[in-house]
């Protein structure tokens, strides 16, 4: 049986709804105009403290406001659930992954404090035996220390993990772990330009290329 390690925003949720809601009431306090919710997906991926960063840019605020805007994003994340929903399939495959004996985590940017509010609201918390969060270390995605932390709390097995972004390709590609990618999140880029070991569209199509992959490993 193996380990298979999830991304969160892009992968498994929509959550840019939610993120776009919160973004647009900070940039509202500030008497700025909101972002789109294409800005919102173009700066999701490397975590809260780049997205605030990105987003600050976008309404030429300064770098000096950064951790006070920060502080009010964050505040605002844990109650960001309403408008959030696993893509289609997602459950299914889940249940599926978990049926056939698979150990499942989850590695994220997202600070794991909204990670963890998300996932219980949506009731897939009971789905994942560890979860890793973009503040879990004092390092975060590109860098491979929370996914090899995930997969190491997960025990023995081949490893899989399961992403949409080039930040995630990155990751698999520096742990030295074979990346699904789903193409149908917050990509920047063209699939031919991120190293990935299988792509994927549908999540009805995961729990197959999964037993093809460990087959052939
Ligand atoms: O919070 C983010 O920027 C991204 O989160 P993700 O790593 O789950 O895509
Ligand atoms: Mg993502």
Partial sequence: MARIVFDLDGTLIDSAPDIHGIANKVLEQ?????????????????????????????RGIGDSEQARLYTDFVARYDDAVTLTLPYSGVLAALDKLKASGHRLGICTNKPISPCRAVLAHLKMDHYFDTMWGGDSLAVHKPDPAPLHAAFAALGDGPQLYVGDSDVDAETGQRAGVPFLLYTEGYRKFPVEQ??????????????????????AA
Avoid: W, Y
Wanted: hydrophobic residues 50%; proline residues 4%.
């Fill in 30 to 58: 500030e008497r700025c105009e909101g972002i789109s919710l294409a800005q919102t997906h173009d700066f999701i991926g490397n975590g809260a403290a780049v997205f605030v960063s990105k987003m600050r840019a976008a």
């Fill in 194 to 215: 991120m190293p990935h070991t299988v792509a994927f569209s549908d999540f009805a199509e995961l729990p197959r290329l999964v037993h093809e992959l460990l087959v």
